[in-house]
Structure formats: structure tokens, C-alpha cells
Nanobody, 115 residues
Framework: QVQLVESGGGLMQPGGSLKLSCEASGSIALINTMGWYRQAPGKQRELVATITRDGRRNTADFIKGRFAISRDNAKDAVNLQIDSLKPEDAAVYYC?????????WGKGTLVTVSS
């Protein structure tokens, strides 16, 4: 079993920066891929970015250089740096971890972007 805990969300102004963090615990040796998804009101949950243990990344097109995903294997953590926040970035951001046959989700952290 794997548990994921996100942190770092909050109320932000457009143009600001934010760092989200997710720490994993449990049977983490079985996890290859970790990453972030987000869900805005009235929309489906969508991929933001994922990263494997050996650093291979899969990212959504909307990132456009404003988002950066990183992974700290020693800390069993995956981070997401968001710069130049836009109102459309407002969403609940969910941490994700993937075994070969099982997907795990955190409870999410809310990012609000409003002027």
C-alpha cells in the first residue's frame, strides 16, 4: 500500500510562483512513475507532468516552460514548480504514483489564482 500527501497549495495572484510537494510512504519500492494531475471546476482531471525513477518526463503541452517537475528518490517525493501563474491554472492538484498494476492518488491540494 502507498500513501501520498500533497502540500503547497494556496491563494495566489496572477504572475506569482508556487511550489507543490508530494511525499510518498508505504511500499514505495514498487513505484516507478510519480507525477501531478489537476482538475478545475467543471473539467476533467488532466495530466500536468509525470517523472520516472530514472528521470524520464511526460508533460502536458500547456506547461510551456512555466512548470517544472522534479523527483527526489531519497526523500520519496515529487515536486512541481509553477511560475507565472495564470487564472486558468486554478485547480485541485493531485499527486499520482503508478505501479505496474496499481494507481495511487493523494487527496489533492487546492491552488486558487485570482486578482
Amino acid at each position: 500500500q502507498v500513501q501520498l500527501v500533497e502540500s503547497g497549495g494556496g491563494l495566489m495572484q496572477p504572475g506569482g510562483s508556487l511550489k507543490l510537494s508530494c511525499e510518498a510512504s508505504g511500499s514505495i519500492a514498487l513505484i516507478n512513475t510519480m507525477g501531478w494531475y489537476r482538475q478545475a471546476p467543471g473539467k476533467q482531471r488532466e495530466l500536468v507532468a509525470t517523472i520516472t525513477r530514472d528521470g524520464r518526463r511526460n508533460t502536458a503541452d500547456f506547461i510551456k516552460g512555466r512548470f517544472a517537475i522534479s523527483r527526489d528518490n531519497a526523500k520519496d517525493a515529487v515536486n512541481l514548480q509553477i511560475d507565472s501563474l495564470k487564472p486558468e491554472d486554478a485547480a485541485v492538484y493531485y499527486c499520482n504514483a503508478q505501479e505496474r498494476a496499481t494507481t495511487y492518488w493523494g487527496k489533492g491540494t487546492l491552488v486558487t489564482v485570482s486578482s
